[in-house]
């Protein structure tokens, strides 16, 4: 491919070469949409394909839904802060471990269930729920 010959611009007046700029902007801009278009058209294409062909390649990352799981309900309270509970699983909550530190024992902070008859007793994991 051979070069065009192009004008001297260091020797053109400042009007001259603005028209060229604005010219070349004009030119370049258009160029611009007209790629952006054709790109906009294939990746509609592409998503039209996505959407028609469920059982693609893609079809295997789709997991079942979760297991339900029973609420759990919270064994420990912070006397200090009642509305602070723990159910007993999982990593113990600082200001329990704090109170463990100090010498409190666990059953200390048991939350207590009422009895039919008012008495207050500790939760047994043991016992049946009904």
């Given amino acids: 491919m051979r070069k065009p010959e192009l004008p001297d611009l260091e020797a053109m007046q400042f009007d ?3 028209t060229i700029h604005e010219e070349l902007t004009k030119i370049l801009s258009d ?3 007209g790629e952006k278009r054709e790109l906009e058209k294939r990746l509609a294409k592409l998503n039209q394909t996505e959407t028609s062909e469920p059982e693609g390649r893609d079809s295997f990352r789709k997991r079942p839904s979760r297991r339900k799981y029973p609420k759990v309900v919270p064994k420990y309270f912070n006397p200090s ?3 602070e509970t723990w159910s007993g699983r999982g990593k113990k909550p600082r200001w329990l471990a704090l109170a463990l ?3 409190h024992v666990l059953e200390e902070f048991k939350i207590k269930k009422a009895d039919d008859d008012g008495d207050q007793k500790p939760i047994d994991d043991t016992e049946p729920s009904s």
């Fill in 31 to 33: 160029r611009i949409l």
């Fill in 81 to 83: 802060e009642p509305n």
């Fill in 16 to 18: 001259e070469l603005w």
């Fill in 101 to 103: 530190q100090e010498g």
